[in-house]
Nanobody, 127 residues
Framework: VQLQASGGGLAETGESMRLDCSPS????????VAWFRHPIGNDHEREFV??????????DYSESAKGRFSISRDDAKGLVVLEMNSLKPEDTAVYYC???????????????????WGQGTLVTVSS
């Protein structure tokens, strides 16, 4: 499956932003779909933000995302939505959506657990 990430851009601290992840070639059925982010200039591995298991609607969040971000599926459009609220400058990063059919619950935060990645979309939060 090919993943198309959309959304992103520039926001001010406290504002909200929405990111969409769309599949092409097939649907998200049987997939676990997640958002990762990679701060620019950071040499560390991509950081897990949030994920959703399409078939069960189970969701997972990083500590930094809990209470501010919400991941959900749009059944009508067949895509995964990440709603980001109360944005902070430290949320500035390139955000990637990822999907996999064999992502175990204990490995949702591990980039290598995912088979497919979309192109990154830049989110910039100004202070």
């Amino acid at each position: 499956v090919q993943l198309q990430a959309s959304g992103g851009g520039l926001a001010e601290t406290g504002e909200s932003m929405r990111l969409d992840c769309s599949p092409s070639g097939r649907t998200f059925r049987q997939y676990y779909v997640a958002w990762f982010r990679h701060p620019i200039g950071n040499d560390h591995e991509r950081e897990f933000v949030a994920g959703i298991r399409w078939d069960t609607d189970e969701t997972d969040y990083s500590e930094s995302a809990k209470g501010r971000f919400s991941i959900s599926r749009d059944d009508a459009k067949g895509l995964v939505v990440l709603e980001m609220n109360s944005l902070k400058p430290e949320d500035t990063a390139v955000y990637y959506c990822a999907a996999g059919t064999s992502v175990a619950a204990r490995r949702v935060t591990v980039p290598r657990a995912y088979d497919f990645w979309g192109q990154g979309t830049l989110v910039t939060v100004s202070s």
